[in-house]
């Protein structure tokens, strides 16, 4: 999702950037042990973990790299291992799959929403956290496209969730299912060990009449997640969305 040109795009780049930075430059470490607790630095009080979300203007965030992060800002998915398999016919046609060694499954998720408040008129920072659990944990993630540009007014792509991740264990290993709608695109290095294969990927879009339409995520859903889902700010409640990331660990 590209962002329209405004006079505060600088500002709000920067403010962006500061935030998606501190997260890609945590240290790289083996994260398929337990899930690591919360670890943040903030100017004001950090949020402890699967409580009521706060807002907080800014923060820095340390967490250990997760296997799957996704951002929206124009799509991105950074993951472990990943390697395409069979297609198939279903709306998520792209199947996408990584092996670990070892019994682990979905464990944490947390969500991070930057964007502008209507209410206060600053940039803020919004955190969930959720812990799941059982062998049907799932992460859906739905996306909707601008209407026309410039417009501001967005809808669902489908009623379908464009995005899947799950994991499934069989002989001693681990599996990670990555489903999607569109097949992943420029494919490029991301942090990497002798071990594990670290890579970003790109959805490519292709929403809207031309196909050009701007999209970003609309609804996070956690199958299997102790708590309320998480619920992004609305339009009501924020003047202008800069990105929503979904980070997502193993236990």
């Known amino acids: 999702m590209k962002q329209?040109?405004?006079?505060?795009?600088?500002?709000?780049?920067?403010?962006?950037?500061?935030?998606?930075?501190?997260?890609?430059?945590?240290?790289?470490?083996?994260?398929y042990g337990p899930s690591p607790q919360p670890d943040a630095e903030a100017t004001e009080p950090a949020i402890p973990s699967n409580t009521t979300p706060t807002i907080l203007s800014p923060m820095i965030f340390k967490d250990h790299i997760p296997p799957f992060t996704i951002s929206d800002g124009s799509l991105e998915i950074e993951a472990h291992n990943l390697v395409r398999g069979p297609d198939t016919s279903g709306h998520r046609k792209y199947k996408y799959t990584g092996n670990i060694p070892g019994i682990y499954s979905l464990g944490r998720v947390k969500l991070i929403a930057i964007y502008e408040s209507a209410h206060l008129g600053t940039n803020v920072v919004e955190q969930w956290d959720r812990d799941l659990s059982g062998q049907d944990a799932a992460v859906k993630i739905s996306l909707e496209y601008?209407?026309?540009?410039g417009s501001g007014?967005?809808?669902?792509?489908?009623t379908d969730p464009q995005i899947?991740?799950?994991?499934?264990?069989?002989?001693?290993?681990?599996?990670?299912?990555?489903?999607?709608?569109k097949k992943l695109e420029d494919e490029r290095p991301a942090h990497t060990t002798s071990e594990y294969q670290r890579k970003k990927y790109r959805h490519p879009g292709?929403?809207?009449?031309?196909?050009?339409?701007?999209?970003?995520?609309?609804?996070?859903?956690?199958?299997?997640?102790?708590?309320?889902?998480?619920?992004?700010?609305?339009?009501?409640?924020?003047?202008?969305?800069?990105?929503?990331?979904?980070?997502v660990w193993l236990k």
């Open 206 to 247: 292709g929403y809207g009449n031309d196909g050009k339409a701007l999209f970003r995520i609309s609804k996070v859903e956690l199958v299997g997640a102790t708590g309320l889902n998480p619920q992004l700010p609305s339009g009501g409640e924020h003047k202008e969305r800069y990105k929503v990331i979904v980070m």
């Open 164 to 181: 899947l991740i799950a994991s499934a264990s069989d002989d001693g290993n681990t599996r990670l299912i990555f489903e999607i709608d």
């Open 146 to 149: 601008e209407t026309s540009s």
């Open 4 to 31: 329209h040109n405004s006079p505060k795009k600088s500002s709000r780049r920067s403010f962006t950037k500061s935030i998606a930075s501190s997260l890609a430059a945590a240290p790289f470490v083996a994260a």
């Open 153 to 158: 007014r967005y809808n669902p792509v489908s």
